[in-house]
């Protein structure tokens, strides 16, 4: 008899534990992580970084590629496939904006791409009323990760974002945001200039920081274009400015380049802004 009150004993302490476990976990999908989502050669996840302001919320989007796989920017370069993301089912977010971290270039068989390896987080805003409850986000995402082949991955991902963070995946999160170049409007990008044909190329005028110029520059068009890696014009310039020539051989037929906006942006050592600027005619 004792032997079976000591046995119900423990059975109600840990259905007790379990209880108290439960309601300490939130609602049903809520965490500081979402399950992985496991790919060919990769894996995703989200990522819970917390509500650092009164309607502004944080995660990330974690990519953990396997050793000597890599994935896009979303300006993926010469043969490169961008990720598309649908958070349509998500519930409590009136914007939701993914960021990038300053990506790298890979050369390929002599082809350029632009994108990441490794681990890498794309953090990602999420903004709400302020006083609006936590968000749940609910991601329906489609990439693509190569080595010698390429290969399409898709991923479905929920997280719902009351179920708060952890130290740890917070600063990670963070971390990455730090890579995210700063958003600028007007100072680094002095002007854009092409003909009115495809035959000339476009001059893109740069601002030195420190009497130096970029180390790099990245400088994207409108979707359908493909523009290639920059090339810096010998004895152009000024105490002010560099220039860089990109040719438009990439445009679509009848592009006119004159009025399209371009994103460029500029890194120097550790740091990159980015700005928007609208191409003049010369």
Avoid at 23 to 28: L, V
Avoid at 42 to 49: C, D, I, K, Q, T
Avoid at 71 to 94: H, K, L
Wanted: glycine fraction near 12%; hydrophobic fraction near 40%; include cysteine.
């Amino acid at each position: 008899m004792r032997a079976t009150q000591s046995a119900m004993k423990r059975i109600a302490a840990i259905v007790l534990f379990a209880a108290a476990s439960l309601a300490q976990a939130g609602p049903a999908g809520a965490g500081s992580v979402s399950d992985w989502a496991q790919g060919g050669y990769s894996r995703v996840r989200l990522v819970n970084a917390g509500n650092p302001e009164p309607g502004i919320w944080r995660a990330g989007l974690e990519i953990d590629l396997e050793d000597g796989w890599k994935t896009y920017w979303r300006s993926p370069g010469e043969t490169g496939v961008p990720p598309v993301f649908d958070w349509s089912a998500s519930a409590g977010a009136d914007n939701i904006e993914v960021l990038w971290p300053l990506p790298h270039r890979f050369l390929d068989s002599g082809l350029e791409t632009i994108g990441y390896k490794g681990d890498v987080i794309l953090p990602v805003e999420i903004r709400t009323g302020e006083a609006g409850a936590p968000p749940k986000l609910e991601l329906m995402l489609s990439y693509a990760v190569c080595a010698e082949i390429c290969v399409p991955e898709d991923a479905r991902l929920s997280l719902d974002l009351s179920g708060g963070t952890k130290p740890m995946e917070r600063l990670s999160v963070e971390d990455f945001l730090t890579q995210v170049p700063e958003r600028g409007e007007g100072g680094t990008v002095f002007s854009a200039t092409a003909g009115k044909g495809r035959g000339e190329s476009l001059i893109v005028r740069v601002a030195k920081r420190d009497g130096a110029g970029p180390s790099d520059v990245f400088v994207e068009g409108p979707p359908d274009w493909y523009l290639p890696v920059p090339v810096r014009r010998a004895g152009e310039g000024d105490d002010e400015t560099v220039a860089f020539e990109l040719p438009l051989d990439g445009l679509p037929a009848k592009a006119n380049p004159v009025g399209a906006v371009l994103t460029v942006t500029a890194v120097y050592g550790e740091k990159a802004r980015e700005e928007a600027v609208t191409i003049g005619s010369r």
